[in-house]
């Protein structure tokens, strides 16, 4: 049977990111999607494209989750950008309600090209409630800062280092992504399980169409999860899809560029969306 996964994230409405990043990661991996949308982002081009964010209601949210959660259980659940610090608490009760395995959390704070980080209390309930649920967390350099409290990251010590602290968080595994922020030849994203390092290194694309990378990254961990593989065999297959999807990455609109969520199975039907 084909495995069944949910994502709890934010709406993207440019596509590339969010719960369309995640779905049709989901698609790509062979493993069917269901989405709890808490947020909707928009972006006004009349603006210089700044972005909104506009939280649901929990209680919506909650509805979405009783949809989803009415059938057969799920082999794996992905959060994103969580809007209210209600529907944090309520993720919360519904992995463990329904003893949800394969957790993947994305510790979303802010979205590419702004930086306007999310509330801080959003942060601190996320790390206090999801955290110690987690199979895996995958936080950026600035987000591995973050949570870590340790600041700017600037080389793979300061990265070995708060993965040390994101682990004392309660979390069972951590795969901070150095990727374009980390100085160097290599976008180099670093493994930790408590035990070993592990580092995956891609080569470092000349490319700002990456809107969406971190969305598909931690998507194609859960997705790897839910077909069966291990915690580092799924990170090191994301890691694979992810750069594939950068390598592959297309102009948008006269804003960004989106990674391409299709570089795999619909590499040879890409073509230039203008
Ligand atoms: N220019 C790049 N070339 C190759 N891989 C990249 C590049 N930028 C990011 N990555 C990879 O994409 C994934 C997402 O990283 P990142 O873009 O830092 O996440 P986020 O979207 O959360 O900021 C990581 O595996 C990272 O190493
Ligand atoms: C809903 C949503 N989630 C997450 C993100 C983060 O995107 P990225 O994968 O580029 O870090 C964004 C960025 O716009 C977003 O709109």
């Keep these: 049977m084909i495995p069944k996964v949910i994502t709890i994230a934010g709406s993207d409405s440019s596509g590339g990111a969010g719960i369309q990043a995640d779905l049709k990661t989901f698609q790509e991996y062979g493993v069917f999607g269901f989405s709890a949308i808490t947020s909707l982002v928009t972006m006004n081009p009349d603006e210089g494209w700044s972005h909104t964010v506009t939280s649901l209601q929990a209680d919506i949210v909650e509805a979405e989750l009783k949809t989803i959660y009415a059938g057969a259980p799920l082999a794996a659940l992905k959060t994103g950008m969580l809007g209210e610090l209600e529907t944090i608490r309520l993720t919360r009760r519904y992995i463990e309600a329904f003893k ?39 936080p950026n350099l600035i987000e591995a800062g973050i949570l870590s409290g340790l600041g700017e990251l600037k080389s793979v010590s300061d990265m070995e280092a708060a993965a040390k602290k994101i682990m004392n968080l309660g979390v069972k595994n951590v795969v901070i992504k150095g990727g374009k922020r980390l100085a160097g030849q290599d976008a180099l994203d670093l493994f930790y399980d408590g035990q070993a390092f592990t580092y995956l290194n891609n080569e470092k694309y000349d490319t700002d169409f990456n809107h969406g990378a971190g969305c598909t990254f931690a998507a194609a961990i859960t997705a790897g999860l839910a077909k069966g593989y291990s915690v580092k065999d799924a990170v090191i297959l994301a890691k694979k899809f992810v750069a594939a999807s950068i390598k592959h990455g297309l102009e948008i609109n006269p804003y960004l560029g989106h990674v391409w969520h299709g570089a795999y199975n619909q590499a040879d039907k890409r073509m230039p969306l203008v």
């Design 100 to 138: 949800q395995q394969n957790v993947v959390i994305d510790p979303v704070m802010a979205c590419k090209g702004t930086s306007d980080l999310l509330q801080p209390e959003n942060v601190a309930l996320m790390t206090e409630l999801l955290l110690p649920v987690a199979t895996i967390t995958t």
